[in-house]
């Protein structure tokens, strides 16, 4: 059975940074595409960064150049990078694993970002 589970999250300054963190267990996390998304108070969910199996990225134009999307596949997770955060940053952020047709989901980690 797989299970994500994300961490790192909590509250930070404008213009900080955060390091989230979703670690799989019952799958090889690298063999299938990755993806970061939030879903923030009143909003729908929305995908923030992708990693395919072969290492493409991809951002929203909201967080190109702020945020990284990598895998460390020693620990079998994908990370995401936040930097230069905004208030507007601010929602439950998921992973999520797409395997066989199938979407796994992260429970999610909170992000806040404020003064």
């Known amino acids: 059975q797989v299970q994500l589970v994300e961490s790192g999250g909590g509250l930070v300054q404008p213009g900080g940074s955060l390091r989230l963190s979703c670690a799989a267990s019952g799958s090889i996390f690298s063999r299938y595409p990755v993806g970061w998304y939030r879903q923030a108070p009143g909003k729908q969910r929305e995908s923030v960064a992708a990693?395919?199996?072969?290492?493409?990225?991809s951002y929203i134009d909201s967080v190109k150049g702020r945020f990284t999307i990598s895998r460390d596949n020693a620990k079998n997770s994908v990370n995401l990078q936040m930097n230069s955060l905004k208030p507007e940053d601010t929602a439950v952020y998921y992973c999520?694993?797409?395997?066989?047709?199938?979407?796994?989901w992260g429970q999610g980690t909170q992000v806040t970002v404020s003064s």
């Open positions: 999520n694993m797409a395997r066989g047709g199938i979407e796994y």
């Open positions: 990693i395919t199996s072969g290492g493409t990225t």
